[in-house]
Every structure is written in structure tokens, then in C-alpha cells.
């Protein structure tokens, strides 16, 4: 029997809305949905690609135990969740709570149920150490709204925008942020068409920078000088929002005061930007009318991404970019409590310097969570607390981490490494004892609760209209299969533990004030995913029940919701001036200018995602990588020329702190000094090398933790990374 229903597609975090054509039940092919009023019938390869996924020799189908010979046994998923309840209570028994950290990556975003269950796992058997990939991507944004305070209110969106701001974020490969990710290649279009300038920093002619009024085409890693630079014109020329300012902002003399050097001149040396396209960047952004920034993974990853992203607030508050008394609130909340805006700010709080500090580094925890990048070293460091037990879940942290060569070490050096995975393939999963097999996205139900959410973490990011999807199951698991889902593994544990489990009803990233609902489990009967979903929308602003009587999502603008004004006597400001900020400045200012004083290492290496494949996801299937296997260095025709290289051929690349091998590939659009490369390839063992065209190579083993790290998130240099190239493998 052939039917079709409707799904909503969970390879990235866009939450597209799918149409899965089934045979006896089984997907057969993903599109789009043309009917869906927010998307448009918007897909990309990795979503439709799903129906081989789901069928991939790769995929794990049950659970796995590795033996001492390094071969796995098949389990099953009751036996394998025995033994791993055994041996975390010996280590628990033996080394305390601390001792068990886990690790949270991709696929925990759009399971939505999944972190919840997992904190309150972690919570139960009193351990602090939960690590995401937060700390490892934008950490930025959690510690400068942190250090500048939110506005109540929110953002002016990007659908009804005259300008915005792009920085090292590219939405129309990522569908993460900066222009809102349902169907973002027709929204930027759309948006140019009907008159907005869009302003892009980034080292490379990006699919956005193509539809830019002004690209900066800066130096890797000077965001910083150019953004400092563009509030330095704003406020010469006075052209920020003087009665915003004053009734809401604070610190505007010590940031003028440290921008002071940031002279066009200076920035023009500094990063390579034209003197006139600087000046003409921020009189757009500062005059356009309504407009926001947003900054990406690529100023995250270069250095000083927290003073990135706090300029970008700066820019924000300088021009009144938040939404005012009066106006229409774009997205009330759907699964989502009531949202009740005021014109008004939250104040800041604190950054850093709380909660569970790290025996390395001087770490503690901060507004963007523990740093992941001190785990390895936190496994490998002997003496009290040290972590013997990791339990990682949709992540791959033998890939994804920067320095892996140590990420291996501390792997290897694990009494207890469990995987909660779909597949094996590129994967950390190898090393693991056990890997639990989950449920493929299309085998459970699936709520777009995370990309609602999603509006709290940065300015355009979310739903801009009230929107919401449910989808149920679009498939059982291939017959014989033994999986569960990722919330279940800890229930299950729990379970085994004898313990109880009370979740927290909100989400880690949101920053609304006050107690967050509780709920506690049954632990004689385990809740269904759906019952969970319940739980997760019991605040939310439309019931549950009408969100499920729309199988295809919709719009639920049934209510208008406006910025109340701000209450009598509110005192809090929008601060620009943060002490630690303006200090970084003056630091900026003070430090020499690396291109003239690194001269050995005369190329930087920036971050760039690839459009078929998330991360390490989809690098199995053929089609999604292009038919290649590796990640190519991309790289100026005209540097490839001077260097005698020729698409395809090898290079080697050196920065101060790891070497990779990598295969060239001409692009028009990189800047000049600059190779442009993605992350999460390579071999999983980086000390026997495997061929460059089989696997491509590691970008991680370029970057350092113990060196050019940030002092509080940890995120070490991963992008904008001085290196060397050397001819031939
Ligand atoms: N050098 C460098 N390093 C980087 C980056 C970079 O740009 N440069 N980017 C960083 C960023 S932004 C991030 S977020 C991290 C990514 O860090 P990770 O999340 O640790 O890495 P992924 O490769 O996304 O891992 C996803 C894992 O989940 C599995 N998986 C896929 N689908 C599912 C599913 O439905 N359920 C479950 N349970 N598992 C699933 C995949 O097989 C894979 O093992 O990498 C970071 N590392
Ligand atoms: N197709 C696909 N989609 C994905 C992913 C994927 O792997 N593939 N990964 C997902 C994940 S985990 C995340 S976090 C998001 C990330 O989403 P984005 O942050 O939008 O990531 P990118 O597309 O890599 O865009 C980063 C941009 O930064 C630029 N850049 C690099 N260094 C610098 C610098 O120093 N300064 C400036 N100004 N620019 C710089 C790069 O040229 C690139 O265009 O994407 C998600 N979506
Ligand atoms: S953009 Fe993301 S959610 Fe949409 S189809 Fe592609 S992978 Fe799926
Ligand atoms: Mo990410």
C-alpha cells in the first residue's frame, strides 16, 4: 500500500517540514512540503536523504558491547542497559559522582525530550559535569547577552527588516541563524527584492555575501577591529538612536572611549577593509530604518568570539534595534509559554565564575555551560574528581573536538564510554564499550518545540511568526531491531538505580526568570514520547491537543500580542560598556597586528560547513558528499597559482600546534591568505593517518586547548588559525 504523511524532517536544526511518500508502511522518498505557509516546501539533500539513512548498512539497529579483543557482540538493549547501570554504580561507588560527565552533541536539539530527562538523570545521581557542543560553537552569545542584559521585548525580525548584519554565519548552507532558517535562501531573496541591504563580514564571497549591499571582506579574525571601527562611525557621526540610548542604555562613554582607536585608517591595515566600505556599512546598518545582526560559528571560533558577539549587541542597542511599545510581538509562543513583553530591559548577570569549577584551567561554569574543550583533560588528569565515565549522546566527540590527539588519549583512557548513536560510520563510537542503538528520527514522534525556542538564544534565530509542527512516527523500526530513545536510556538507568527522576520544564538556553515547572516520573510506568511532549507544552500558549489537529503545522496568529510598556519605575539597562569588554578592547587596540607580526604563518584557516553533510552525518552516503570522500581546502585561484598547486592536489598544512594533510580545491570568492575547510573529517585514528582521498583530514588537529583558549568558555582557536602550507604529502 502506498500513502503519505506528513514529518518533520530532524538532520539539522531548521525542523523542515517533510512529506514522506510510505510503501507498507516504509518511507520511500522525502520532499517538501509545497502547502507549508512558513518554509515554502523548502528541503535540502541531508533531509531528503533521509530514506537511505534509514536504510544504511551503517546503521546500528541494536546495541553493541566491545569486548577485550576490540570486537563487538551484539546485545540487547535490556542487557546492555544492565551492564552499563552496573558499572556506573561501581564507579559512582568508587569515585564518586563527579566521575560521571556526559556529553551532549548535534542530535540532542531536536529530540526535544532528550536533555531534560538526561539533566534530571544527572541531577539524580548528583553530578555537575554536563558538557554540550554550546561551548565548542557559539559560546559567545550566551556570555554577551549575559554581560549586556536581554530586552524584554526581543529583536526586530529579519521578514520586516530594511538592513541586517551578517558575521561569520552563512544561513543559506547552515539553516542555523542570522536569516531565519525555514527556507532561508527565499527569505534573503525576497527581502533584497523588496529593498533590504544586507551586510556581510566574512573572509569569503559567501552564498549570502552574494546578495550583500556591502560585503567586508576582512581578514580572518579581526571582527572585533571592524565591528569597533563601525561604532566608532556611529557615534563620530552620531547616528545611533539618541532617545533609545538614553532611557535604555548604559556604559556609552568607556565603549566610545574604547573604540577611539578603531579609525578607519586602523581598521583598513588591521583586518583589510576598504576605509569607504567600513564607513558605508555602518552608516547602512545604523540609518536603514529597522535592521539586526547576527553573529556565526566562523567569529565564535576565531579569537575574542564573546567580544564579537557583544559588539553586535552594542550595535543593537546603539540603534534601538528592539521592539518598542506598541508593536506586534511576531512570535507570541505556541508550545511555548505566553510571551509578556515589556519595552524594557533585563538586567545583565552574571557571565562566569559560578557553580562547578574544573581542575583545569581555572575553568568554572559560565552562561554558556562547562567548557567541553577541558573534558579530555579533566579524564585525563588523576586525583579526586577526575571523570571515568562518559556517556555521549547524538555527538561524536573524536571528530567534532578540537586537539584530537588528546580527545583520542582521554577516550581511550575511559573505564566507561557509552555511545547513544544511529550509526557507526566516522564515528567515536568505535572506542566506545557500549553503543546504544536509537531510534532513527523518522521511527518517533517529533515536535518544532526547539526551534521555538530557538528565538531566546540570538537575534535571528526562531520562528518570526507563530508557528508550530507535531508529527507522530512516520515508521516503525526495520523488523528485528532493538532501539530506544535517547530520554529512555536515562530513564531506563534511573530505573535500574532505584532512583527518582524530577525534570525541569524549560530548556538549558532560555533566559526567562524564575523557577522553571517541574515534573517527576512515574518510575513504575514509563510515560510514552507523546505523554513527554504533553509535559514539555503543558505551558505553552495554544494547547497541545490543536497543535496535533494540524498534522502539516501552521500558523497560530489567532492573537495579537504587544510590547506592553515598560513598568513605572524600571531601572535595569542595556549595558555597553561591560568592564571586561572594554578592557578586551583596549587590549585589541594595544596588542601588535598579526599579519605584519606572524610572518611564518602567512595563511589563516577558517571554519566552513558543507552543504550535504551536518558535521559527521551523511559523509557515509555518496550522493551527499558530492561523490568525494574528503573535505577539500579551498583556496584563492590566485594563491593556488603563486604556490604552483592545481585542483587536487596536496598539500600539507601546518599551524603552531598540528599538521593535516589536505587536498586543494580552487574558489573564487575566498579571500586571499585564506583556505577555507570544514570540520568533522578525517580518519578516527589520527596517529596512523589514513589517506587524504579516503577520509580527508581532521581541522581539529590545528587547534591547541591549552593554548589561545578562552578564558571562560574554553573554545579554543578554531577558526582563523595561523598556519603554513608545505607542497606534496
Ligand atoms: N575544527 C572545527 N571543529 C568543530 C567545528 C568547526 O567548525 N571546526 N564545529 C563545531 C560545532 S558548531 C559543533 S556543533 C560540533 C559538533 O559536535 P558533535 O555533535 O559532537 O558532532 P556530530 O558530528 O554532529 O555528531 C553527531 C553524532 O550523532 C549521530 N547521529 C546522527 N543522527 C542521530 C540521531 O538521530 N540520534 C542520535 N542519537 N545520534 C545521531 C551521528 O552519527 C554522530 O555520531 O563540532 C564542533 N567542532
Ligand atoms: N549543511 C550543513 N548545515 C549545518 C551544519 C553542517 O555541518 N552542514 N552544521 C550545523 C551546526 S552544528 C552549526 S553550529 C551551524 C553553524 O552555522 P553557521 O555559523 O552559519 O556556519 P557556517 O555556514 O560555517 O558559516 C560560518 C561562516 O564564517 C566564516 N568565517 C570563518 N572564520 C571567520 C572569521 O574569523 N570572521 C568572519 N567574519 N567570518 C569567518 C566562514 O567563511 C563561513 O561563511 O550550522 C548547522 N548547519
Ligand atoms: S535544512 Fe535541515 S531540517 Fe531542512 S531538510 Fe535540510 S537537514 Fe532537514
Ligand atoms: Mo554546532
Given at each position: 500500500?502506498?500513502?503519505?504523511?506528513?514529518?518533520?524532517?530532524?538532520?539539522c536544526a531548521a525542523?523542515?517540514?517533510?512529506?514522506?511518500?510510505?510503501?507498507?508502511?516504509?518511507?520511500?522518498?522525502?520532499?517538501?512540503?509545497?502547502?507549508?505557509?512558513?518554509?515554502?516546501?523548502?528541503?535540502c539533500i541531508k533531509?531528503?536523504?533521509?530514506?537511505?539513512?534509514?536504510?544504511?548498512?551503517?546503521?546500528?539497529?541494536?546495541?553493541?558491547?566491545?569486548?577485550?579483543?576490540?570486537?563487538?557482540?551484539?546485545?540487547?538493549?535490556?542487557?546492555?542497559?544492565?551492564?552499563?547501570?552496573?558499572?556506573?554504580?561501581?564507579?559512582?561507588?568508587?569515585?564518586?559522582?563527579?566521575?560521571?560527565?556526559?556529553?551532549?552533541?548535534t542530535?540532542?536539539?531536536?529530540?526535544?525530550?532528550?536533555?531534560?530527562?538526561?539533566?534530571?538523570?544527572?541531577?539524580?545521581?548528583?553530578?555537575?559535569?554536563?558538557?554540550?557542543s554550546?561551548?565548542i560553537d557559539q559560546?559567545?552569545?550566551?556570555?554577551?547577552?549575559?554581560?549586556?542584559?536581554?530586552?524584554?521585548?526581543?529583536?526586530?525580525?529579519?521578514?520586516?527588516?530594511?538592513?541586517?548584519?551578517l558575521v561569520g554565519v552563512n544561513p543559506i548552507v547552515a539553516h542555523s541563524g542570522g536569516v531565519?532558517n525555514?527556507?532561508p535562501a527565499?527569505?534573503?531573496?525576497?527581502?533584497?527584492?523588496?529593498?533590504?541591504?544586507?551586510?556581510v563580514l566574512d573572509p569569503r564571497r559567501t552564498e549570502c555575501a552574494e546578495r550583500a549591499?556591502?560585503h567586508l571582506q576582512a581578514r580572518p579574525g579581526e571582527d572585533?577591529?571592524?565591528?569597533?571601527?563601525?561604532?566608532?562611525?556611529?557615534?563620530?557621526?552620531?547616528?545611533?538612536?539618541?532617545?533609545?540610548?538614553?532611557?535604555?542604555?548604559?556604559?556609552?562613554?568607556?565603549?566610545?572611549?574604547?573604540?577611539?582607536?578603531?579609525?578607519?585608517?586602523?581598521?583598513?591595515?588591521?583586518?583589510?577593509?576598504?576605509?569607504?566600505?567600513?564607513?558605508?556599512?555602518?552608516?547602512?546598518?545604523?540609518?536603514?530604518?529597522?535592521?539586526?545582526?547576527t553573529a556565526g560559528t566562523g567569529s565564535n571560533m576565531a579569537p575574542?568570539g564573546?567580544?564579537t558577539?557583544?559588539?553586535?549587541?552594542?550595535?543593537?542597542?546603539?540603534?534601538?534595534?528592539?521592539?518598542?511599545?506598541?508593536?506586534?510581538?511576531?512570535?507570541?509562543?505556541?508550545?511555548?509559554?505566553?510571551?509578556?513583553?515589556?519595552?524594557?530591559?533585563?538586567?545583565?548577570?552574571?557571565?562566569?565564575?559560578?557553580?562547578?569549577?574544573?581542575?583545569?584551567?581555572?575553568?568554572?561554569?559560565?552562561?554558556?555551560?562547562?567548557?567541553?574543550?577541558?573534558?579530555?583533560?579533566?579524564?585525563?588528569?588523576?586525583?579526586?574528581?577526575?571523570?571515568?565515565?562518559?556517556?555521549?549522546?547524538?555527538?561524536?566527540?573524536?571528530m567534532a573536538?578540537p586537539?584530537?590527539?588528546?580527545?583520542?588519549?582521554?577516550?581511550?583512557?575511559?573505564?566507561?564510554?557509552?555511545?547513544?548513536?544511529?550509526?557507526?560510520?566516522?564515528?567515536?563510537?568505535?572506542?566506545?564499550?557500549?553503543?546504544?542503538?536509537?531510534?532513527?528520527?523518522?521511527?518517533?514522534?517529533?515536535?518544532?518545540?526547539?526551534?521555538?525556542?530557538?528565538?531566546?538564544?540570538?537575534?535571528?534565530?526562531?520562528?518570526?511568526?507563530?508557528?508550530?509542527?507535531?508529527?507522530?512516527?512516520?515508521?516503525?523500526?526495520?523488523?528485528?531491531?532493538?532501539?530506544?530513545?535517547?530520554?529512555?536510556?536515562?530513564?531506563?538507568?534511573?530505573?535500574?538505580?532505584?532512583?527518582?527522576?524530577?525534570?525541569?520544564?524549560?530548556?538549558?538556553?532560555?533566559?526567562?526568570?524564575?523557577?522553571?515547572?517541574?515534573?517527576?516520573?512515574?518510575?513504575?510506568?514509563?510515560?510514552?514520547?507523546?505523554?513527554?511532549?504533553?509535559?514539555?507544552?503543558?505551558?505553552?500558549?495554544?494547547?497541545?491537543?490543536?497543535?496535533?489537529?494540524?498534522?502539516?503545522?501552521?500558523?497560530?496568529?489567532?492573537?495579537?500580542?504587544?510590547?506592553?510598556?515598560?513598568?513605572?519605575?524600571?531601572?535595569?539597562?542595556?549595558?555597553?560598556?561591560?568592564?571586561?569588554?572594554?578592557?578586551?578592547?583596549?587590549?585589541?587596540?594595544?596588542?601588535?597586528?598579526?599579519?605584519?607580526?606572524?610572518?611564518?604563518?602567512?595563511f589563516r584557516l577558517i571554519s566552513r560547513r558543507m552543504h550535504g553533510v551536518m558535521n559527521t552525518t551523511g559523509r557515509?552516503?555518496?550522493?551527499q558528499m558530492r561523490?568525494r570522500h574528503h573535505n577539500p581546502a579551498f583556496m584563492n585561484p590566485?594563491d593556488l597559482?603563486?604556490?604552483?598547486?592545481?585542483d587536487?592536489?596536496?598539500i600539507?598544512i601546518?599551524s603552531?600546534?598540528?599538521?593535516i594533510?589536505a587536498i586543494v580545491e580552487a574558489e573564487d570568492g575566498i579571500r586571499r591568505g585564506v583556505i577555507s575547510m570544514s570540520h568533522c573529517f578525517g580518519?578516527?585514528?589520527?596517529?596512523?593517518?589514513?589517506?587524504v582521498?579516503?577520509?580527508g583530514a581532521n581541522t581539529g588537529l590545528l587547534a591547541?586547548?591549552?593554548?589561545?583558549?578562552?578564558?571562560?568558555?574554553?573554545i579554543p582557536r578554531m577558526s582563523a588559525i595561523p598556519v603554513?602550507i608545505?607542497?606534496?604529502?
Amino acid at each position: 500500500m502506498r500513502d503519505s504523511v506528513h514529518g518533520i524532517c530532524r538532520s539539522c536544526a531548521a525542523m523542515c517540514p517533510i512529506v514522506i511518500d510510505r510503501e507498507d508502511g516504509r518511507p520511500v522518498r522525502i520532499i517538501g512540503d509545497k502547502h507549508n505557509p512558513v518554509y515554502w516546501g523548502y528541503t535540502c539533500i541531508k533531509g531528503r536523504e533521509m530514506v537511505s539513512q534509514l536504510r544504511h548498512p551503517d546503521r546500528l539497529l541494536g546495541s553493541l558491547r566491545r569486548e577485550s579483543d576490540g570486537r563487538f557482540t551484539p546485545i540487547t538493549s535490556a542487557q546492555a542497559l544492565d551492564e552499563v547501570t552496573q558499572k556506573l554504580q561501581r564507579i559512582i561507588a568508587e569515585h564518586g559522582p563527579r566521575a560521571v560527565a556526559t556529553y551532549a552533541g548535534t542530535y540532542i536539539f531536536t529530540y526535544p525530550a532528550t536533555q531534560p530527562v538526561s539533566t534530571a538523570w544527572m541531577n539524580a545521581i548528583g553530578s555537575p559535569m554536563m558538557f554540550t557542543s554550546a561551548t565548542i560553537d557559539q559560546p559567545g552569545k550566551t556570555i554577551a547577552a549575559a554581560l549586556h542584559g536581554t530586552w524584554s521585548a526581543g529583536p526586530q525580525v529579519f521578514d520586516d527588516a530594511d538592513t541586517w548584519l551578517l558575521v561569520g554565519v552563512n544561513p543559506i548552507v547552515a539553516h542555523s541563524g542570522g536569516v531565519p532558517n525555514q527556507n532561508p535562501a527565499k527569505r534573503l531573496k525576497d527581502a533584497v527584492e523588496r529593498g533590504m541591504k544586507p551586510i556581510v563580514l566574512d573572509p569569503r564571497r559567501t552564498e549570502c555575501a552574494e546578495r550583500a549591499f556591502v560585503h567586508l571582506q576582512a581578514r580572518p579574525g579581526e571582527d572585533p577591529a571592524v565591528l569597533a571601527g563601525m561604532i566608532r562611525v556611529i557615534l563620530k557621526e552620531a547616528l545611533f538612536d539618541a532617545g533609545f540610548v538614553r532611557a535604555h542604555v548604559a556604559g556609552v562613554d568607556a565603549l566610545a572611549a574604547a573604540v577611539e582607536p578603531f579609525t578607519p585608517q586602523y581598521v583598513e591595515r588591521r583586518a583589510g577593509v576598504p576605509m569607504a566600505d567600513l564607513e558605508l556599512a555602518a552608516r547602512t546598518f545604523a540609518t536603514a530604518g529597522r535592521g539586526g545582526a547576527t553573529a556565526g560559528t566562523g567569529s565564535n571560533m576565531a579569537p575574542r568570539g564573546n567580544l564579537t558577539e557583544y559588539l553586535l549587541l552594542c550595535l543593537m542597542s546603539l540603534c534601538g534595534r528592539w521592539l518598542k511599545a506598541g508593536e506586534r510581538v511576531p512570535n507570541a509562543g505556541v508550545m511555548g509559554p505566553r510571551f509578556a513583553p515589556r519595552a524594557q530591559a533585563n538586567a545583565p548577570w552574571p557571565a562566569w565564575g559560578y557553580g562547578e569549577k574544573l581542575r583545569v584551567r581555572g575553568f568554572s561554569d559560565a552562561a554558556c555551560g562547562l567548557p567541553t574543550s577541558a573534558l579530555p583533560d579533566e579524564i585525563l588528569l588523576p586525583g579526586d574528581g577526575q571523570v571515568k565515565a562518559l556517556i555521549s549522546i547524538g555527538g561524536n566527540p573524536l571528530m567534532a573536538w578540537p586537539d584530537q590527539k588528546k580527545t583520542l588519549a582521554a577516550l581511550k583512557a575511559l573505564d566507561l564510554f557509552v555511545c547513544l548513536d544511529i550509526q557507526m560510520a566516522h564515528n567515536s563510537c568505535h572506542l566506545a564499550h557500549y553503543n546504544i542503538g536509537c531510534k532513527h528520527s523518522l521511527e518517533s514522534p517529533a515536535i518544532t518545540l526547539p526551534n521555538e525556542m530557538l528565538s531566546y538564544f540570538g537575534t535571528g534565530f526562531g520562528y518570526a511568526v507563530p508557528y508550530a509542527q507535531y508529527a507522530p512516527a512516520a515508521t516503525e523500526p526495520p523488523p528485528g531491531a532493538d532501539l530506544i530513545e535517547e530520554w529512555e536510556f536515562f530513564y531506563e538507568v534511573a530505573r535500574r538505580m532505584k532512583l527518582e527522576l524530577e525534570m525541569a520544564v524549560a530548556y538549558s538556553w532560555t533566559t526567562t526568570s524564575g523557577e522553571p515547572a517541574r515534573y517527576r516520573f512515574d518510575m513504575t510506568r514509563k510515560p510514552s514520547t507523546d505523554e513527554l511532549f504533553e509535559v514539555l507544552c503543558a505551558e505553552g500558549r495554544v494547547p497541545f491537543a490543536r497543535v496535533k489537529e494540524r498534522p502539516g503545522g501552521r500558523v497560530f496568529d489567532d492573537e495579537a500580542i504587544t510590547v506592553m510598556p515598560a513598568e513605572a519605575g524600571h531601572a535595569a539597562r542595556l549595558q555597553v560598556g561591560d568592564g571586561a569588554m572594554v578592557a578586551e578592547l583596549h587590549a585589541v587596540a594595544a596588542e601588535p597586528i598579526e599579519h605584519e607580526a606572524l610572518r611564518e604563518y602567512p595563511f589563516r584557516l577558517i571554519s566552513r560547513r558543507m552543504h550535504g553533510v551536518m558535521n559527521t552525518t551523511g559523509r557515509n552516503n555518496a550522493r551527499q558528499m558530492r561523490h568525494r570522500h574528503h573535505n577539500p581546502a579551498f583556496m584563492n585561484p590566485l594563491d593556488l597559482a603563486a604556490l604552483g598547486l592545481s585542483d587536487g592536489d596536496t598539500i600539507r598544512i601546518a599551524s603552531r600546534y598540528g599538521e593535516i594533510p589536505a587536498i586543494v580545491e580552487a574558489e573564487d570568492g575566498i579571500r586571499r591568505g585564506v583556505i577555507s575547510m570544514s570540520h568533522c573529517f578525517g580518519g578516527t585514528d589520527p596517529d596512523s593517518p589514513s589517506d587524504v582521498r579516503e577520509a580527508g583530514a581532521n581541522t581539529g588537529l590545528l587547534a591547541s586547548v591549552e593554548h589561545e583558549y578562552d578564558p571562560y568558555s574554553g573554545i579554543p582557536r578554531m577558526s582563523a588559525i595561523p598556519v603554513r602550507i608545505d607542497k606534496g604529502a
